[in-house]
């Protein structure tokens, strides 16, 4: 059966072996005579995926006592609204670093909820850099830190030693969406970090929630259950039905990782896989990527050649290899390189013979 390299920024791919035990399940998962799509939320055997699957994460993201895992649905764009929605009040503070169209949509959603400003943006420079994050400028009075760590239109993101370095006056908030379980994040450094599933985790369907259980202090009640973060820490995401599928994918995704040895080894390959994409362009006479190095995303490569034509071919021709989804997100062109913890060394061995061959008959 052919496979092909899927670069796509999301839905991405999924490790060979997940998809092979599901097919293996598809039918009768341990033998119970029906898949997990058909069981009940509340059954014994559905019970356990849940339980494994958040014990797994907690294990892989190595979060303390006071960090619960949350499954939710409504994609990371709904966190935009319930992270506001649950931390401020009308007159209360946050403040937002703004490094990219995902971090701005936040910003204006929580825009809705509270008194918001902009602790930093790198958007005069289209979003090429990673701005300065001035801790000190931060208001006392300020609820929360809000940012991205990757930036997956632009291609950069905020190291893990970045965050390290820096002491944070307010609760810190993350979109991790396209670099969560990648690289050794200190997670008990955020007080909720949160990801749509389908980069990183697993298929779409799922937002995984990582939150200190004790950060909410709104009325009770003052909020509308489903969007109230306390209904999912006490039900144990099981308020209502979860996205039973997504989540037994998602534990199988972080089954897989453990095997492969945890974030600290598919971070070495993650570095490994986004330096020889790096390495190449920055010695080739075709391609560039202007990221500083510190900033540059191990998840997403952006990539150009400096010539609409050229690029649209670029991607033309690698489709037609079993490369596919090269593309730059509209809002950029160019090209764009998703490289998440799914994708194998070969993917972008494969991807970088294409690339010598293209720059030798184009320049
Ligand atoms: C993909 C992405 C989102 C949007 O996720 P949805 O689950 O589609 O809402 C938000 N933030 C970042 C950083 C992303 O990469």
């Keep these: 059966m052919k496979r092909i390299y899927n670069f796509s920024a999301g839905p991405a791919m999924l490790p060979i072996e997940v998809l092979e035990e599901a097919k293996k399940d598809m039918l009768s998962y341990k033998g119970c005579g029906m898949s997990v799509m058909e069981m009940s939320h509340r059954s014994p055997e559905y019970s356990e995926i849940h339980q494994e699957t958040k014990t797994l994460l907690k294990e892989l993201l190595k979060v303390d006592e006071n960090h619960e895992i949350l499954f939710l649905q409504g994609g990371a764009s709904s966190q935009f609204s319930m992270v506001p929605m649950n931390l401020l009040d009308p007159k209360d503070k946050a403040a937002y670093v703004i490094t990219g169209s995902w971090a701005k949509k936040a910003y204006k959603e929580a825009l809705l909820f509270g008194d918001i400003s902009i602790l930093a943006s790198s958007e005069d420079k289209s979003f090429n850099y990673i701005p300065d994050i001035k ?22 993101r905020i190291s893990p030693s970045l965050i390290n370095s820096i002491k944070i006056p307010a609760l810190l908030v993350g979109d991790m969406s396209s670099n969560i379980l990648s690289e050794d994040y200190d997670m008990n450094r955020f007080d909720l970090a949160f990801a749509g599933a389908q980069k990183n985790l697993g298929p779409s369907g799922l937002t995984l929630v990582v939150v200190r259980k004790d950060i909410f202090n709104k009325e009770k009640g003052s ?7 306390r209904t999912h820490i006490e039900k144990d995401s099981l308020y209502n039905t979860p996205p039973c599928y997504s989540i037994y994918i ?8 453990k095997n492969l040895g945890g974030v600290k080894e598919i971070e070495k390959i993650n570095r490994e896989k986004s330096k020889l994409l790096y390495d190449f362009i920055d010695n080739s006479r075709l391609f560039k990527n202007e990221i500083k190095e510190e900033d540059r995303s191990l998840m997403n490569v952006v990539f150009v050649t400096g010539d609409k034509n050229l690029d649209e071919s670029f991607v033309k021709g690698a489709k037609e290899k079993g490369l596919i989804n090269l593309k730059g997100h509209r809002s950029v062109g160019g090209m764009r390189a998703s490289v998440y913890n799914a994708m194998p060394l070969e993917g972008v061995n494969a991807l970088i013979d294409y690339m010598k061959d293209f720059e030798i008959n184009n320049i």
């Design 223 to 229: 909020l509308p259950t489903m969007f109230d973060y």
């Design 250 to 257: 998602c534990g199988l995704v972080a089954k897989w990782l």
């Design 135 to 156: 801790v000190d400028e931060i208001d006392p009075k300020t609820k929360y830190l809000y940012l991205c760590t990757n930036n997956t239109i632009y291609g950069t």
